[in-house]
């Protein structure tokens, strides 16, 4: 068995011809001979036990009902402003609840953008609900790039105008993996049917959401 070292701030190369080191980078191979010095990546340590990549949900299953609210939130937004639309999932340990929050967002077509300058107290940011409007749900290249530096569930819903689709996913340390929604809810098949009104949003979609500017046009 080759040796293994840590590169710390402390590391100084050992005198071994060959060996690995561990970086922040990944594992690499140390190799020297006669003829040549060489730091290469490596794929992993053959003498050890193989791991996959896996997230177990030791979560409570999220009530139906919050997703619910979510969709009559989207639907708000999409019915006034043709948008996509997002929500925060928020967990308080006080009750050992799930929470929404609407935060403040600039939306237009399928972009939406959002920025939190405040989390309100007790309640631990879990993650994100976002709608695709009109569109299939599914996670996007920009959703991927939104989500990858937020460990928490993920999840959108599509097709507002349509038959609903719904798409969840978890997200850790930038490894994403996409969970079956009979897993994540109760009770489940989610029952879209019993939705609140669009209007129990009015207010704070009057409030927090903001359409983009129509865009300039040129010519005659």
């Known amino acids: ?12 190369p050992p005198d071994d011809p060959i060996y690995y080191l561990l970086t922040r980078d990944g594992l690499f191979l140390v190799k020297r ?19 996959e990549p896996r997230v177990n949900l030791s979560a409570p299953p999220l009530p139906a009902a919050l997703l ?14 043709r948008s996509e639309a997002v929500v925060l999932l928020g967990w308080r340990e006080a009750t050992r609840t799930y929470e929404l929050v609407l935060p403040h967002q600039t939306v237009g077509g399928g972009h939406c953008d959002y920025e939190i300058k405040e989390f309100p107290a007790g309640l631990t940011r879990l993650g994100t609900i976002h709608s695709h409007a009109g569109v299939e749900a599914f996670h996007s290249l920009r959703d991927w790039e939104d989500e990858r530096f937020e460990d928490g569930l993920h999840l ?27 897993r994540l809810f109760s009770p489940y098949p989610i029952p879209w049917d019993q939705a609140p009104p ?7 979609v009057e409030r927090k959401v903001t359409p983009l500017p129509p865009p300039i046009e040129f010519g005659p």
């Open 1 to 12: 068995m080759l040796p293994i070292y840590l590169k710390d701030q402390e590391f100084s």
């Open 68 to 81: 619910l609210q979510a969709l009559a939130c989207f639907r708000a937004v999409y019915n006034r402003y």
């Open 156 to 182: 959108t819903i599509g097709n507002l105008d349509t038959e609903l689709t719904l798409s969840c996913s978890v997200v850790v340390q930038g490894f994403r993996a996409q969970i079956p929604p009979e």
């Open 198 to 204: 669009e209007s129990d949003w009015a207010a704070e």
């Open 33 to 51: 001979t006669l003829f040549f010095e060489a730091v290469v990546p490596a794929a992993g340590i053959p003498w050890l036990e193989p791991q």
